[in-house]
């Protein structure tokens, strides 16, 4: 039993990884380039990895650890938007004018990064990447309980702006 | 372990709000294709990359070019199994394997002169880790048979130095790991008749008869 060819690894992970990325760090530019230093990563370490190895939560965690390097990144740029760790939204709008929160998946992606990052990482984990609450502990160096909470806590506010945009057009045609 | 089982019932992975999150996360394909463009070129750069391959279409069907960075490495037709013999070469040279066309573009465009009848000869590093000992002897002889003739078993025995081992010569060439490039279709039987050959005794022929016709 020997490891798949890479080709195979980005082919399967390579959308799932983006969006993850894209999620956590809201700017598509820094989730291309995390994407990218991922898949390099991983690569580079990939001979070496067990075959029977969960190769979904390898490239997760190399991806997470990619996106800080990103968010620390940022922080060091002299970026005039405060607090730019909890509040990449504003970065976003810079670099993609498609985020301006008109249509429901705009909306839905304004919403992600008004998360905090926390909770931002914890639901891309658990419902993006399908990865156990007990790895997402491990990623977020919190308990089991806290990273369920923080992914439950992410859910819950995106849940409720998710919902508003189909209720006021039922609201517009009702008074049409 | 208990917290395991605990996190599946609280999934709903066909719920509308992570469909609707998926799908406004999700990269147009051009998009994607093209940053995996940039991440083979850096794979490359970065000498990352143990086999580079690409698919040629040739008269003969699709054939799988894989190189490592010394040279040719292997070309594999399609009813062996593109598929299956990437996974071999994960398994004997390295799993490092990305699609990535133009390390081998060279190989694609001396083939497609093969095989409109304007290149007799290839001009291209080989590497042979493939293959060792009197196989490798035998491979490393094929490309002296000449362009449009052919020679048996026998004589290439005799041209590798050991003029008993016919049968180790069949196996060589069933073995050859970059046929059409090394000429193990130019190898026929003494009597006259075709032989065998790893893409098939018709693609054999149809070799055969595309070098006499050019």
Not at chain 1, 29 to 43: C, G, Q, R, V
Not at chain 1, 110 to 132: C, E, F, G
Not at chain 1, 149 to 156: K, M, Q, T
Not at chain 2, 148 to 171: C, D, F, H, I, L
Request: net charge negative.
């Amino acid at each position: 039993m020997s490891l798949p060819p890479f080709e195979t690894v980005v082919d399967e992970y390579g959308t799932m990884v983006m969006r993850v990325c894209r999620a956590v760090l809201g700017s598509d530019i820094a989730a291309e380039d995390a994407w990218s230093e991922t898949f390099i990563s991983a690569l580079r370490a990939y001979p070496d990895l067990r075959p029977d190895s969960d190769v979904r939560a390898w490239l997760v965690t190399i991806a997470h650890r990619k996106a800080i390097d990103q968010i620390r990144a940022r922080n060091r740029a002299p970026l005039p938007s405060a607090d730019p760790l909890d509040r990449p939204s504003d970065r976003a709008g810079l670099d993609e004018p498609s985020l301006d929160g008109t249509g429901l998946d705009g909306g839905l992606r304004t919403a992600v990064n008004r998360l905090p990052t926390k909770q931002r990482q914890a639901v891309a984990y658990r419902y993006l990447a399908d990865l156990s609450y007990a790895e997402i502990g491990v990623l977020l160096d919190c308990s089991v309980p806290a990273a369920r909470r923080s992914a439950a806590d992410g859910i819950a506010a995106l849940r409720a702006i998710d919902l508003q945009p189909s209720r006021s057009t039922t609201r517009r045609k009702l008074t049409s | 372990m208990n917290t395991d089982s605990m996190n599946t019932d609280t999934v709903h992975t066909n719920d509308a709000l992570v469909t609707a999150l998926t799908a406004s996360l999700d990269t147009d394909r051009a998009d994607l294709d093209a940053l995996r463009a940039r991440l083979t070129e850096r794979a490359e750069d970065e000498a990352l990359l143990d086999v580079a391959y690409r698919i040629v279409d040739s008269p003969i069907g699709p054939l799988l070019v894989a190189a490592s960075p010394a040279g040719l490495v292997r070309i594999a037709f399609e009813r062996e199994g593109h598929d299956a013999v990437l996974d071999q070469l994960a398994g004997q040279i390295s799993p490092r394997i990305m699609r990535m066309p133009a390390r081998t573009d060279d190989v694609a465009r001396q083939l497609d002169e093969y095989f409109a009848g304007r290149r007799h000869e290839f001009d291209l590093p080989l590497d042979l880790q493939l293959v060792s000992g009197f196989r490798r002897t035998v491979i490393s002889h094929l490309p002296d048979i000449a362009y449009g003739s052919t020679a048996s078993y026998k004589a290439v025995a005799e041209m590798a130095g050991n003029p008993t081992a016919v049968r180790a010569v069949g196996s060589a060439c069933s073995h050859n790991p970059v046929p059409v490039v090394v000429p193990c279709h130019r190898v026929v039987r003494s009597d006259g008749s075709i032989g065998n050959y790893l893409g098939g005794v018709d693609v054999k022929a149809t070799l055969i008869a595309l070098e006499s016709a050019a």
